[in-house]
């Protein structure tokens, strides 16, 4: 029978796998320890948001916690549980969160609002009457899987408002003999779920047709799965994930290392060794941001900016640098005299001397930008200068970025930069995007009294600029008027009758008719007035 055509598998060579193998370990080694907070309880379950800035969720006890990687802070607390949280999981755009726990609940929270009634869940699902271990969104994010301590799959639709007991699954299937403690579902296919359980086995699950479609005998308890085999650790594996798009696969287990391995060949990358046995850990989308939860403690990793003396490649770099790619020697030949070598020496063309803030902006760093212009000694008098950098920002769209989380005296100097020069007619159109800019930053946040103090005259300005320009408008109509009214009544001087004027009424004599009257005519006048002195 002829078999279908399989192409050949691809093999590095020895040298190629050296060197991707050292510039694999200098880019693990990399991640560096940023801070470690304390939980209350063991850290039951940590995830890592899809979508930047990353913000890591974990839960302890009755407490789940969102974390800033950014500023390495608490974000927002949620602890309105009766019973402790276990188990939890973002969907792909990074807005809701879905949290399971001992009450047998599946909720679900907006992650985008962090105060007022944000801590209250937008959905409630009494999924058993037992322990929730897993819970995880769907690919589309429409529906969410709850995995539980009576082996149980169980599918909700998020749209739906049924509150508890009243909520209704859309796919129930028993699917092992005991707990169910990890599961997956498969990102190129909303129906294929992955689950581990306390029985040993895994499976694979068709939800349109609730059928198992794959079983592993692991002959241990599963504590997590993903869609990938392995078996990296001499003791329990806890945690597996994946990173480096799909290259890179990352374990911990409670032999209290953190281990990654390359997927073409399984082959070790690097080894982290922790101070206490894992029981969670995840990393972010871009490989920059890792945690790990052991026992009581969260630990959050960030990458370090690579050295170039460090890279595996700076041997090679360095051999080329040695490397002769200068002329050959000159030789002087004369008559009569021997053959002499010249060195031949032409003068280096001068480097350009690029001023430090045209650099910041080069390299796009604009809020550094605004902290050189109006930070420490400010100085109002270049203003010329300072309007053009700040076009230069407002042009590339980031004079939001650009103003946000600014210090005090940084926005108190740029306030009164703006009440000095917003109304020249030169800087206007800059300045005007920067102070719309900067109110839709700050308009929602608390200003210092010294910064307020500034808004209140820049107010004061603005209202005094405003009616010099009702007085100017109405200067203009006044004179608008005039002028047109003297283009009515204004005629040729060599054009002169008696006529009543248009707009006041008042007679007007032209000069030609005073030259074309007659002697009779005077004399008539004069009669008519010794008659009338009469």
Known sequence: MAQPYLPAEKFLSRKQETILLDDDVIYWKRMQQLTVFQEPSVVSSVRISPKKPFHVATTSSVRLTLYDTTVCEPLNLFSRFKKGVCSIDFRHDGRLLGIGGDEGKVRIFDVEKTTGTSKVALRVMQASQSTVKSVHFSPRGDTIFSLADDGKIKQWLVADTAYGVNAVPLVEIQAHDDAIRCGAVSSINDHCVLTGGYDHKVRLWDIRSKEKTMELDCEHPVESVLFLPGNTHYKTVTSLRLATRSTCLLTAGIDRRVNAFRTTNYSLIHSWSMPSPILDLDVSRDDETMAIGMGNLL?????????????????????????????????????????????????????????????????????????????????SSVDAAIVSYLRVIVMRGAIHRALGGQEISVQKNLLIFLNHHLFKTQYFPTLREVALAYFDVYSSEKL???????????????????????????????????????????????????????????????????????????????????????
């Not at 690579?306 to 640098?321: P, Q, W, Y």
């Not at 070598?341 to 063309?349: D, G, I, L, Y």
Request: cysteine-free.
């Open 448 to 534: 210092d009294q010294n910064v307020v103090k500034q808004v209140q005259r820049l107010k004061t300005t603005l209202s005094r600029e405003l009616e010099v320009q009702k007085m100017i408008s109405s200067l203009i109509g006044s004179i608008d008027l005039i002028v047109s009214t003297t283009k009515i009544n204004v005629k040729s001087s060599s054009d002169l009758v008696l006529e009543e004027d248009d707009v006041f009424g008042e007679p007007m004599i032209r000069a030609k008719d005073l030259d074309e009257l007659k002697p009779s005519d005077v004399g008539k006048d004069g009669q008519d007035g010794d008659m009338d002195t009469n």
């Open 299 to 379: 630990a959050l990793y960030r990458r370090a900016e690579i050295k170039k003396e460090t890279t595996a490649n700076a041997l090679i770099e360095d051999k080329k640098s040695m490397i002769r790619v200068a002329a050959p020697p000159v030789k002087l030949a004369e008559k009569d005299r021997e053959t002499q070598k010249v060195e031949v020496v032409a003068k280096s063309a001068d480097r350009l001397k690029i001023p430090k803030i045209d650099g910041m902006l080069t390299n796009y760093k604009h809020a550094a930008v605004i902290r050189l212009l109006f930070g420490g000694k400010f100085r």
